[in-house]
Protein backbone atom coordinates (compact mmCIF):
# COMPACT_ATOMS: atom_id res chain seq x y z
CA UNK A 1 0.00 0.00 0.00
CA UNK A 2 2.73 2.54 0.76
CA UNK A 3 4.93 1.43 -2.31
CA UNK A 4 1.47 2.22 -4.12
CA UNK A 5 1.26 5.27 -2.51
CA UNK A 6 4.39 6.91 -3.66
CA UNK A 7 4.26 4.99 -7.27
CA UNK A 8 1.06 7.47 -7.67
CA UNK A 9 2.42 10.94 -5.56
CA UNK A 10 5.13 10.25 -8.59
CA UNK A 11 2.68 9.54 -11.24
CA UNK A 12 1.00 12.82 -10.58
CA UNK A 13 4.34 15.02 -10.06
CA UNK A 14 5.71 13.69 -13.28
CA UNK A 15 1.89 14.50 -14.91
CA UNK A 16 2.32 17.93 -13.56
CA UNK A 17 5.47 18.32 -15.56
CA UNK A 18 4.46 17.21 -18.86
CA UNK A 19 1.49 19.71 -18.59
CA UNK A 20 3.57 22.41 -17.91
CA UNK A 21 6.57 21.42 -20.52
CA UNK A 22 3.52 21.15 -22.79
CA UNK A 23 2.32 24.86 -22.21
CA UNK A 24 5.79 26.01 -23.05
CA UNK A 25 6.08 23.95 -26.19
CA UNK A 26 2.59 25.40 -27.46
CA UNK A 27 4.03 29.18 -26.71
CA UNK A 28 7.57 28.59 -28.61
CA UNK A 29 7.40 29.74 -32.21
CA UNK A 30 8.98 27.32 -34.17
CA UNK A 31 10.72 29.67 -36.10
CA UNK A 32 13.41 32.22 -34.53
CA UNK A 33 12.89 35.28 -36.47
CA UNK A 34 15.62 37.97 -37.21
CA UNK A 35 16.33 41.47 -37.92
CA UNK A 36 18.46 44.13 -37.48
CA UNK A 37 19.04 47.80 -35.71
CA UNK A 38 18.29 50.73 -37.92
CA UNK A 39 17.76 53.53 -35.41
CA UNK A 40 18.37 53.24 -31.67
CA UNK A 41 17.08 56.69 -29.14
CA UNK A 42 16.81 56.73 -25.72
CA UNK A 43 15.96 53.48 -24.42
CA UNK A 44 13.90 52.79 -27.46
CA UNK A 45 15.38 50.56 -30.63
CA UNK A 46 13.66 50.26 -33.97
CA UNK A 47 14.40 47.23 -35.98
CA UNK A 48 14.03 46.31 -39.64
CA UNK A 49 12.92 42.76 -41.15
CA UNK A 50 11.41 42.00 -37.45
CA UNK A 51 7.34 41.34 -37.83
CA UNK A 52 6.59 40.25 -34.33
CA UNK A 53 3.91 40.88 -32.31
CA UNK A 54 3.55 43.39 -29.28
CA UNK A 55 4.60 42.44 -26.11
CA UNK A 56 6.85 39.79 -27.93
CA UNK A 57 10.31 39.45 -26.11
CA UNK A 58 14.01 39.84 -28.20
CA UNK A 59 17.52 39.66 -27.63
CA UNK A 60 19.49 42.13 -29.39
CA UNK A 61 23.29 40.63 -29.60
CA UNK A 62 25.92 43.05 -28.89
CA UNK A 63 30.08 42.71 -29.97
CA UNK A 64 31.56 42.97 -26.50
CA UNK A 65 28.97 42.62 -24.20
CA UNK A 66 26.22 39.86 -23.00
CA UNK A 67 23.08 40.52 -25.11
CA UNK A 68 20.31 42.68 -24.10
CA UNK A 69 16.75 41.69 -23.78
CA UNK A 70 13.80 43.98 -25.40
CA UNK A 71 10.07 43.58 -25.57
CA UNK A 72 8.34 44.82 -28.92
CA UNK A 73 6.20 47.73 -28.14
CA UNK A 74 5.37 49.03 -31.70
CA UNK A 75 4.67 48.16 -35.48
CA UNK A 76 5.74 50.17 -38.07
CA UNK A 77 5.37 48.64 -41.31
CA UNK A 78 8.34 45.82 -41.20
CA UNK A 79 9.68 47.71 -38.75
CA UNK A 80 9.42 46.88 -34.88
CA UNK A 81 9.86 49.58 -32.33
CA UNK A 82 11.43 47.61 -29.22
CA UNK A 83 12.16 48.59 -25.95
CA UNK A 84 15.24 47.12 -23.40
CA UNK A 85 15.17 45.94 -20.10
CA UNK A 86 18.91 47.52 -19.12
CA UNK A 87 20.60 50.53 -20.38
CA UNK A 88 21.43 50.12 -24.19
CA UNK A 89 24.57 51.04 -24.22
CA UNK A 90 26.68 49.40 -27.20
CA UNK A 91 23.69 49.36 -29.13
CA UNK A 92 24.27 50.33 -32.91
CA UNK A 93 22.86 50.47 -35.91
CA UNK A 94 23.19 47.27 -37.86
CA UNK A 95 23.18 45.15 -34.52
CA UNK A 96 21.04 41.23 -34.89
CA UNK A 97 17.57 41.08 -33.02
CA UNK A 98 16.76 37.87 -32.48
CA UNK A 99 12.92 36.67 -31.38
CA UNK A 100 13.17 34.99 -27.77
CA UNK A 101 10.14 32.83 -26.43
CA UNK A 102 10.15 31.11 -23.04
CA UNK A 103 10.13 34.64 -21.04
CA UNK A 104 6.58 34.93 -21.60
CA UNK A 105 6.22 32.48 -19.01
CA UNK A 106 6.73 32.23 -15.12
CA UNK A 107 8.68 29.54 -13.62
CA UNK A 108 6.18 28.95 -10.37
CA UNK A 109 6.21 26.26 -7.60
CA UNK A 110 5.29 25.12 -3.63
CA UNK A 111 8.65 26.10 -2.66
CA UNK A 112 8.76 29.68 -3.98
CA UNK A 113 7.13 30.69 -0.32
CA UNK A 114 10.06 33.11 1.04
CA UNK A 115 11.63 34.01 -2.63
CA UNK A 116 12.37 37.52 -4.29
CA UNK A 117 11.80 38.03 -7.65
CA UNK A 118 12.44 40.40 -10.46
CA UNK A 119 10.03 41.61 -13.04
CA UNK A 120 10.82 38.34 -15.08
CA UNK A 121 10.01 36.17 -12.17
CA UNK A 122 13.81 34.86 -11.94
CA UNK A 123 14.97 34.68 -8.30
CA UNK A 124 17.29 37.50 -6.75
CA UNK A 125 19.58 37.37 -3.69
CA UNK A 126 18.16 35.42 -0.20
CA UNK A 127 16.68 32.45 -1.43
CA UNK A 128 18.02 32.06 -4.90
CA UNK A 129 16.76 28.90 -6.23
CA UNK A 130 13.48 26.60 -6.16
CA UNK A 131 12.29 23.49 -7.94
CA UNK A 132 9.74 25.04 -10.92
CA UNK A 133 6.66 22.80 -10.56
CA UNK A 134 4.71 24.62 -13.56
CA UNK A 135 4.81 27.81 -16.28
CA UNK A 136 1.99 30.45 -15.64
CA UNK A 137 1.96 33.13 -18.66
CA UNK A 138 2.74 36.38 -17.68
CA UNK A 139 0.10 38.19 -19.88
CA UNK A 140 -3.43 36.01 -20.11
CA UNK A 141 -6.77 36.92 -20.01
CA UNK A 142 -8.90 37.47 -17.09
CA UNK A 143 -11.60 34.85 -15.90
CA UNK A 144 -14.71 35.22 -17.63
CA UNK A 145 -17.72 36.94 -15.78
CA UNK A 146 -19.31 34.27 -15.20
CA UNK A 147 -16.90 31.39 -13.42
CA UNK A 148 -16.51 33.70 -10.76
CA UNK A 149 -18.21 32.89 -7.33
CA UNK A 150 -19.89 34.91 -5.05
CA UNK A 151 -17.97 37.24 -2.11
CA UNK A 152 -19.24 35.69 0.79
CA UNK A 153 -16.59 35.27 3.34
CA UNK A 154 -14.74 38.29 5.13
CA UNK A 155 -10.56 38.16 4.82
CA UNK A 156 -8.91 39.50 7.90
CA UNK A 157 -6.66 42.63 7.05
CA UNK A 158 -5.00 42.58 10.63
CA UNK A 159 -6.19 46.69 10.32
CA UNK A 160 -9.15 47.09 13.08
CA UNK A 161 -9.91 50.60 10.77
CA UNK A 162 -10.67 48.61 7.59
CA UNK A 163 -11.74 44.77 9.25
CA UNK A 164 -14.24 46.84 11.28
CA UNK A 165 -15.48 49.98 9.18
CA UNK A 166 -14.30 48.81 5.84
CA UNK A 167 -14.77 45.14 5.71
CA UNK A 168 -12.52 43.28 2.76
CA UNK A 169 -13.92 39.95 1.50
CA UNK A 170 -11.88 37.06 0.39
CA UNK A 171 -11.85 37.76 -3.84
CA UNK A 172 -12.07 41.46 -3.58
CA UNK A 173 -10.53 43.59 -5.10
CA UNK A 174 -9.72 47.19 -3.16
CA UNK A 175 -7.61 50.28 -3.66
CA UNK A 176 -5.95 52.04 -1.31
CA UNK A 177 -5.25 56.09 -2.27
CA UNK A 178 -2.82 58.35 -0.45
CA UNK A 179 -0.58 60.92 -1.21
CA UNK A 180 3.11 60.51 -0.50
CA UNK A 181 4.23 59.77 3.31
CA UNK A 182 1.02 59.11 4.56
CA UNK A 183 1.55 55.25 4.99
CA UNK A 184 0.91 53.05 2.25
CA UNK A 185 4.02 50.81 2.37
CA UNK A 186 3.59 50.55 5.84
CA UNK A 187 0.22 49.66 5.79
CA UNK A 188 0.95 47.01 3.20
CA UNK A 189 3.39 45.56 5.57
CA UNK A 190 0.89 45.23 8.12
CA UNK A 191 -1.36 43.78 6.09
CA UNK A 192 1.26 41.31 4.33
CA UNK A 193 2.49 40.13 8.34
CA UNK A 194 -1.10 39.87 10.04
CA UNK A 195 -3.23 38.93 7.30
CA UNK A 196 -5.31 35.46 7.48
CA UNK A 197 -4.86 34.70 4.16
CA UNK A 198 -2.72 31.64 3.04
CA UNK A 199 0.24 32.85 0.42
CA UNK A 200 0.66 36.90 0.14
CA UNK A 201 1.92 38.02 -3.37
CA UNK A 202 3.76 41.45 -2.66
CA UNK A 203 5.25 43.25 -5.74
CA UNK A 204 6.86 46.51 -5.22
CA UNK A 205 6.74 48.69 -8.17
CA UNK A 206 8.85 51.24 -9.05
CA UNK A 207 10.38 51.47 -5.21
CA UNK A 208 13.56 53.10 -4.50
CA UNK A 209 16.29 50.23 -3.86
CA UNK A 210 16.80 51.22 -0.39
CA UNK A 211 13.13 50.83 0.85
CA UNK A 212 13.00 47.56 -0.77
CA UNK A 213 15.28 45.42 1.88
CA UNK A 214 13.98 47.83 4.37
CA UNK A 215 10.74 46.75 3.75
CA UNK A 216 11.93 42.94 4.12
CA UNK A 217 13.19 43.59 7.39
CA UNK A 218 11.08 45.86 9.60
CA UNK A 219 7.76 45.38 7.60
CA UNK A 220 7.46 41.85 6.40
CA UNK A 221 10.13 40.14 8.99
CA UNK A 222 11.15 36.58 8.99
CA UNK A 223 7.55 35.69 9.96
CA UNK A 224 5.67 37.44 7.17
CA UNK A 225 8.71 36.01 4.38
CA UNK A 226 7.61 32.59 5.35
CA UNK A 227 4.38 32.25 3.11
CA UNK A 228 5.30 35.45 1.12
CA UNK A 229 6.23 36.10 -2.62
CA UNK A 230 8.38 39.26 -3.30
CA UNK A 231 8.23 40.55 -6.98
CA UNK A 232 10.36 43.51 -6.95
CA UNK A 233 11.07 46.13 -9.97
CA UNK A 234 13.05 49.12 -8.61
CA UNK A 235 12.53 53.06 -10.10
CA UNK A 236 15.85 53.08 -12.05
CA UNK A 237 14.99 49.97 -13.87
CA UNK A 238 13.51 49.76 -17.57
CA UNK A 239 9.45 50.77 -17.76
CA UNK A 240 8.89 47.37 -19.38
CA UNK A 241 10.24 45.62 -16.18
CA UNK A 242 8.45 47.22 -14.06
CA UNK A 243 5.06 46.98 -15.88
CA UNK A 244 5.98 43.26 -16.30
CA UNK A 245 6.59 43.07 -12.45
CA UNK A 246 2.63 43.93 -12.07
CA UNK A 247 2.02 40.88 -14.03
CA UNK A 248 4.56 38.52 -13.03
CA UNK A 249 2.71 39.02 -9.49
CA UNK A 250 -0.37 38.23 -10.47
CA UNK A 251 0.67 35.31 -12.57
CA UNK A 252 2.35 33.83 -9.47
CA UNK A 253 -0.87 34.66 -7.59
CA UNK A 254 -2.92 33.02 -10.01
CA UNK A 255 -0.81 29.87 -9.67
CA UNK A 256 -1.50 29.39 -5.95
CA UNK A 257 -5.14 30.34 -6.28
CA UNK A 258 -5.24 27.16 -8.43
CA UNK A 259 -3.94 25.40 -5.73
CA UNK A 260 -7.18 25.88 -3.75
CA UNK A 261 -5.77 28.80 -1.64
CA UNK A 262 -6.89 31.66 -0.37
CA UNK A 263 -4.15 34.58 -1.57
CA UNK A 264 -3.77 38.15 -0.70
CA UNK A 265 -2.16 40.13 -3.63
CA UNK A 266 -0.64 43.58 -2.70
CA UNK A 267 0.88 45.64 -5.46
CA UNK A 268 2.53 48.98 -4.28
CA UNK A 269 1.76 51.05 -6.51
CA UNK A 270 -0.17 50.48 -9.34
CA UNK A 271 -0.01 53.98 -10.56
CA UNK A 272 3.97 53.47 -11.15
CA UNK A 273 2.82 51.03 -13.45
CA UNK A 274 1.02 53.40 -15.08
CA UNK A 275 3.62 56.12 -15.36
CA UNK A 276 5.78 53.20 -16.83
CA UNK A 277 3.15 51.80 -19.04
CA UNK A 278 3.04 55.71 -19.96
CA UNK A 279 6.83 55.84 -20.75
CA UNK A 280 6.47 52.96 -23.10
CA UNK A 281 3.12 54.46 -25.06
CA UNK A 282 4.83 57.34 -25.75
CA UNK A 283 8.07 55.94 -26.96
CA UNK A 284 6.03 53.67 -29.26
CA UNK A 285 4.65 56.65 -30.44
CA UNK A 286 0.92 57.24 -28.89
CA UNK A 287 -0.48 60.09 -28.73
CA UNK A 288 -1.08 61.50 -25.15
CA UNK A 289 -4.88 62.14 -24.52
CA UNK A 290 -5.53 62.75 -20.77
CA UNK A 291 -2.77 64.55 -18.74
CA UNK A 292 -0.02 63.09 -20.57
CA UNK A 293 -1.18 59.44 -20.62
CA UNK A 294 -1.45 57.78 -23.66
CA UNK A 295 -4.51 55.16 -24.28
CA UNK A 296 -2.93 51.82 -23.58
CA UNK A 297 -2.70 53.30 -19.85
CA UNK A 298 -6.46 52.88 -19.55
CA UNK A 299 -6.55 49.72 -21.20
CA UNK A 300 -3.72 47.84 -18.98
CA UNK A 301 -4.98 48.93 -15.53
CA UNK A 302 -8.80 46.51 -16.10
CA UNK A 303 -6.71 43.77 -17.95
CA UNK A 304 -4.51 44.00 -14.63
CA UNK A 305 -6.80 44.54 -11.88
CA UNK A 306 -9.73 42.05 -13.51
CA UNK A 307 -7.69 39.09 -12.93
CA UNK A 308 -8.11 39.16 -9.37
CA UNK A 309 -10.82 37.52 -7.52
CA UNK A 310 -12.86 34.62 -6.45
CA UNK A 311 -13.20 31.23 -8.97
CA UNK A 312 -13.82 28.01 -8.03
CA UNK A 313 -10.67 26.94 -7.46
CA UNK A 314 -9.59 29.70 -4.76
CA UNK A 315 -9.44 33.14 -4.43
CA UNK A 316 -7.02 35.78 -4.73
CA UNK A 317 -7.87 39.09 -2.97
CA UNK A 318 -6.11 42.31 -4.54
CA UNK A 319 -5.07 45.40 -2.82
CA UNK A 320 -3.82 47.94 -5.03
CA UNK A 321 -2.22 51.02 -3.53
CA UNK A 322 -2.68 54.31 -5.93
CA UNK A 323 -0.31 57.20 -5.58
CA UNK A 324 -2.41 60.73 -5.76
CA UNK A 325 -0.46 63.55 -7.32
CA UNK A 326 -1.00 66.50 -5.13
CA UNK A 327 -3.29 64.66 -2.88
CA UNK A 328 -6.03 64.89 -5.84
CA UNK A 329 -8.50 61.56 -6.18
CA UNK A 330 -10.06 62.79 -9.39
CA UNK A 331 -6.48 62.82 -10.96
CA UNK A 332 -6.97 59.98 -14.26
CA UNK A 333 -5.16 57.49 -12.83
CA UNK A 334 -6.84 57.63 -9.79
CA UNK A 335 -10.10 57.74 -11.49
CA UNK A 336 -9.82 54.97 -14.28
CA UNK A 337 -8.78 52.70 -11.23
CA UNK A 338 -11.67 53.57 -8.71
CA UNK A 339 -13.71 52.90 -11.17
CA UNK A 340 -12.64 48.84 -11.96
CA UNK A 341 -12.16 48.34 -8.44
CA UNK A 342 -14.67 46.93 -5.70
CA UNK A 343 -14.00 49.86 -3.08
CA UNK A 344 -11.44 51.96 -1.87
CA UNK A 345 -9.18 53.30 1.68
CA UNK A 346 -7.89 56.50 1.38
CA UNK A 347 -5.54 57.89 3.80
CA UNK A 348 -5.66 61.43 4.91
CA UNK A 349 -2.83 63.58 5.13
CA UNK A 350 -4.52 65.69 7.72
CA UNK A 351 -4.91 62.32 10.27
CA UNK A 352 -1.53 61.65 9.65
CA UNK A 353 -0.13 64.53 10.35
CA UNK A 354 -2.26 65.01 13.52
CA UNK A 355 -0.30 60.92 14.79
CA UNK A 356 -3.18 59.01 14.10
CA UNK A 357 -1.99 56.05 12.39
CA UNK A 358 -3.14 54.49 10.62
CA UNK A 359 -4.67 57.66 8.76
CA UNK A 360 -7.19 55.78 7.55
CA UNK A 361 -10.45 58.51 6.58
CA UNK A 362 -13.97 56.60 7.39
CA UNK A 363 -16.07 59.01 5.66
CA UNK A 364 -14.27 59.25 2.39
CA UNK A 365 -13.64 55.16 2.07
CA UNK A 366 -15.85 52.26 1.31
CA UNK A 367 -15.82 48.57 0.96
CA UNK A 368 -18.51 47.31 -2.21
CA UNK A 369 -18.54 43.96 -0.56
CA UNK A 370 -19.11 44.60 2.90
CA UNK A 371 -23.10 44.23 3.05
CA UNK A 372 -22.13 40.86 1.72
CA UNK A 373 -19.41 39.30 4.39
CA UNK A 374 -20.30 40.59 7.38
CA UNK A 375 -23.37 40.24 9.80
CA UNK A 376 -26.31 42.63 10.33
CA UNK A 377 -25.00 43.46 14.12
CA UNK A 378 -21.52 44.52 12.80
CA UNK A 379 -23.06 46.29 9.92
CA UNK A 380 -25.60 47.99 12.15
CA UNK A 381 -22.10 49.19 14.51
CA UNK A 382 -20.11 50.38 11.53
CA UNK A 383 -23.19 52.54 10.42
CA UNK A 384 -23.08 54.37 14.05
CA UNK A 385 -19.46 54.82 13.72
CA UNK A 386 -20.04 56.44 10.78
CA UNK A 387 -22.88 58.73 12.06
CA UNK A 388 -21.28 59.78 14.79
CA UNK A 389 -18.07 60.82 12.51
CA UNK A 390 -20.10 62.36 10.11
CA UNK A 391 -21.76 64.80 13.05
CA UNK A 392 -17.87 65.54 14.38
CA UNK A 393 -16.91 66.16 10.86
CA UNK A 394 -20.01 68.76 10.99
CA UNK A 395 -19.11 70.30 14.50
CA UNK A 396 -15.55 69.54 14.78
CA UNK A 397 -15.01 74.36 14.05
CA UNK A 398 -17.51 74.95 16.47
CA UNK A 399 -16.53 72.67 18.81
CA UNK A 400 -12.37 74.55 18.33
CA UNK A 401 -13.44 77.89 18.65
CA UNK A 402 -15.57 77.53 21.48
CA UNK A 403 -18.94 78.19 19.73
CA UNK A 404 -20.40 74.66 20.61
CA UNK A 405 -22.94 74.91 23.32
CA UNK A 406 -23.72 71.43 25.33
CA UNK A 407 -27.49 70.92 25.64
CA UNK A 408 -28.51 72.27 22.46
CA UNK A 409 -28.37 69.08 20.15
CA UNK A 410 -28.25 65.57 21.51
CA UNK A 411 -26.69 64.15 18.11
CA UNK A 412 -23.82 67.06 18.93
CA UNK A 413 -23.19 66.08 22.28
CA UNK A 414 -22.98 62.47 21.34
CA UNK A 415 -20.21 63.07 18.88
CA UNK A 416 -18.55 65.59 21.07
CA UNK A 417 -18.63 62.53 24.02
CA UNK A 418 -17.88 59.84 22.10
CA UNK A 419 -15.20 61.25 19.56
CA UNK A 420 -11.89 60.14 21.12
CA UNK A 421 -13.23 56.53 21.97
CA UNK A 422 -13.76 55.96 18.51
CA UNK A 423 -10.44 57.51 17.68
CA UNK A 424 -8.76 55.05 20.13
CA UNK A 425 -10.37 52.25 18.76
CA UNK A 426 -9.38 53.21 15.16
CA UNK A 427 -5.88 54.03 16.31
CA UNK A 428 -3.46 50.84 15.88
CA UNK A 429 0.08 50.15 16.81
CA UNK A 430 2.59 49.17 14.12
CA UNK A 431 3.51 46.04 16.21
CA UNK A 432 -0.36 45.68 17.68
CA UNK A 433 -2.29 42.85 15.27
CA UNK A 434 -5.79 43.21 15.62
CA UNK A 435 -7.62 39.81 14.77
CA UNK A 436 -10.88 40.11 12.86
CA UNK A 437 -12.95 38.47 15.37
CA UNK A 438 -11.34 40.84 18.91
CA UNK A 439 -12.14 43.59 16.03
CA UNK A 440 -15.96 42.73 15.98
CA UNK A 441 -16.33 42.05 19.61
CA UNK A 442 -15.21 45.54 20.41
CA UNK A 443 -16.59 47.41 17.29
CA UNK A 444 -20.23 45.57 18.68
CA UNK A 445 -19.51 47.23 22.46
CA UNK A 446 -18.87 50.49 20.90
CA UNK A 447 -21.74 50.74 18.90
CA UNK A 448 -23.70 49.72 22.11
CA UNK A 449 -21.87 52.14 23.92
CA UNK A 450 -23.46 54.84 21.48
CA UNK A 451 -26.78 54.12 21.55
CA UNK A 452 -26.22 54.26 25.08
CA UNK A 453 -25.06 57.73 25.09
CA UNK A 454 -27.51 58.73 22.65
CA UNK A 455 -29.94 57.42 24.75
CA UNK A 456 -29.12 58.93 28.62
CA UNK A 457 -27.90 62.52 26.15
CA UNK A 458 -31.45 62.47 24.92
CA UNK A 459 -33.24 62.00 27.92
CA UNK A 460 -31.10 64.79 30.08
CA UNK A 461 -32.20 66.90 26.80
CA UNK A 462 -35.89 66.24 26.54
CA UNK A 463 -35.67 66.93 30.89
CA UNK A 464 -33.88 70.77 30.29
CA UNK A 465 -36.38 71.27 27.55
CA UNK A 466 -39.52 70.81 30.12
Known amino acids: MILWHYLWEGRSAMINVLHSAARLVDGVDPMRITG ?34 AQVVGAQGDRAVLMTLQEPLGVGVGARVTSRAGLEYVGVGERMLGAVLDGLGRPIGGKMQ ?21 ISAPLGTGIRAVDAMHTVGSGQRLGIFAGTGVGKSVLLGMMAKYTTADVTVVALVGERGREV ?11 GMKRCVLVVSTSDQSPVLRVRAGFTATAVAEYFRDQGKDVLLLMDSVTRVAMAQ ?8 EPPTTKGYPPSVFSLLP ?9 ERGSITGLYTVLVEGDDINEPVSDAVRGVLDGHVWLSRDLANRGHYPAVSVLESISRVMKDVVDEPHREAAVELRRVLAVWNDIEDLVNVGAYAPGANAEFDVAVEMKPKIDSFLRQRVAEHAELPE ?28
Open 36 to 69: RVCEVTGLTVVAQGLPLPIGALCEIELRHRPTIT
Open 130 to 150: FAVEDHYPAYVEAPPALSRDA
Open 213 to 223: GDFIRRDLGEE
Open 278 to 285: RQIGLSAG
Open 303 to 311: RLLERSGRT
Open 439 to 466: TRKKLLALGELIKTVRQKLGATSAHAAA
